[in-house]
């Protein structure tokens, strides 16, 4: 059969919640209404890597953008997205088209509109009262924001867009 030459590449978690913080993950695996629209539109899908997974494993806290806002996550960051800027150099190069990046708005790491900020210091148990400043602000998470850094390097334009988690999956 013939391939659509058309990709779309979405945030680790979208395929799989279980890369998400402790008590986190609004559905059981794969969001499927997303999937099931890939499939129908004919798009390869292919999975970003999940930056928090792979930085502090499936212990770590919720985290806001402050805390992940570091030259050592950065770092990491970048390292495990050039392989797959290399991909996406190459399929371009041979003529597929990346519709979309998709991203998870409110993440630290994959918020594409909205991340997510309040950090305020101090041990856990004071930081437990830290989630009373926790609050969702204009802009882009680490990776996502690495991701933007890298493609511009390489002067390729890609359109972003993002899950809200807080609103019904259609
Ligand atoms: S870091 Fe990104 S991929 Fe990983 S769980 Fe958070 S939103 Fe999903």
Redesign the pocket.
């Known amino acids: 059969m013939e391939r659509s030459k058309k990709l779309i590449l979405v945030?680790?978690?979208?395929l799989n919640?279980n890369?998400?913080?402790t008590g986190?993950s609004r559905y059981p695996g794969a969001l499927e209404p997303l999937v099931v629209d890939c499939i129908r539109k004919g798009l390869g899908i292919v999975q970003?890597?999940?930056?928090?997974?792979t930085f502090l494993g499936l212990k770590r806290w919720g985290m806001t953008r402050e805390q992940y806002d570091t030259p050592m996550y950065r770092k990491h960051c970048r390292t495990i997205l050039e392989p797959l800027v290399f991909q996406i150099e190459d399929y371009l190069l041979n003529g597929y088209s990346i519709e979309e990046i998709v991203?998870?708005d409110g993440?630290?790491?994959?918020?594409v509109n909205l991340t997510c900020s309040g950090y305020s210091g101090g041990e856990l148990d004071e930081a437990l009262n830290q989630h009373s400043n926790l609050r969702e602000v204009p802009g882009k998470?680490v990776?996502m924001e690495t991701l933007t850094q890298l493609l511009s390097e390489k002067e390729i334009i890609i359109p972003f867009s993002a899950i809200d988690e807080n609103k019904p999956f259609a």
């Open positions: 945030a680790h978690c979208i919640s890369s998400k913080v986190l970003l890597p999940c930056p928090e997974l991203g998870v993440s630290p790491s994959c918020g998470g990776m």
